[in-house]
T-cell receptor, first 116, second 113 residues
């Protein structure tokens, strides 16, 4: 089955700096890669996702890049703010169309702390 | 639209007792997922339903865990008997048919003593 590794486990940045979180996956059939943000005691919420036919996707201060050959994808947050502090999870799935039923395999999470 | 609802929010039981969790997905969402999230880890899929049929239950410990979605709407996840290692947050999520995004509920935090 799919295995997703995520690094680093903790990341501390100064407000205004950029943050980068990296994930690798093992299943070459995976084609859907979402990123979830989970604040303490709250539910995971999708912040951005990318499909395998796209190499990069951007939404305001958040961007995700995908390298299918190397089987890794990354989350980039620019101009970080204190409200970005949370745990971020990457995930991978074969998606709906390839019969994977969109089963998500999550990484172990990155605790991001944005310091003033 | 209303989000995914779960109850109870918290549950404390002793080992070997049984417990049940309830989930009401977003209206019209055909796919429902149950995840187990152990402290410090990412969510792990336990079972996935498409309407009232099971799509994937490969990671469900079937000797003690069971789940049903009889009418293709609400779902119940049961643990019987519970073990200490079942202490976790149980998250329910739903997605529309053919949709990739999964919408999560607030979770049920289970503590097994």
């Amino acid at each position: 089955g799919e295995n997703v590794e995520q690094h680093p486990s903790t990341l501390s940045v100064q407000e205004g700096d950029s943050a980068v979180i990296k994930c690798t996956y093992s299943d070459s059939a995976s084609n859907y890669f979402p990123w979830y943000k989970q604040e303490l005691g709250k539910r995971p919420q999708l912040i951005i996702d990318i499909r395998s036919n796209v190499g990069e996707k951007k939404d305001q201060r958040i961007a995700v890049t995908l390298n299918k050959t190397a089987k890794h994808f990354s989350l980039h947050i620019t101009e970080t703010q204190p409200e970005d502090s949370a745990v971020y999870f990457c995930a991978a799935s074969r998606g709906i169309l390839t019969g994977g039923g969109n089963k998500l395999t999550f990484g172990t999470g990155t605790q991001l702390k944005v310091e003033l | 639209e209303a989000g995914v609802a779960q109850s109870p929010r918290y549950k404390i039981i002793e080992k070997r007792q049984s417990v049940a969790f309830w989930c009401n997905p977003i209206s019209g969402h055909a796919t429902l997922y149950w995840y187990q999230q152990i402290l410090g880890q990412g969510p792990k899929l336990l079972i996935q339903f498409q309407n009232n049929g099971v799509v994937d239950d490969s990671q469900l410990p079937k000797d003690r865990f069971s789940a049903e979605r009889l009418k293709g709407v609400d779902s119940t996840l049961k643990i019987q008997p519970a073990k200490l290692e079942d202490s976790a947050v149980y998250l329910c999520a739903s997605s529309p048919y053919g949709g990739h995004e999964q919408f999560f509920g607030p979770g049920t935090r289970l503590t097994v003593l």
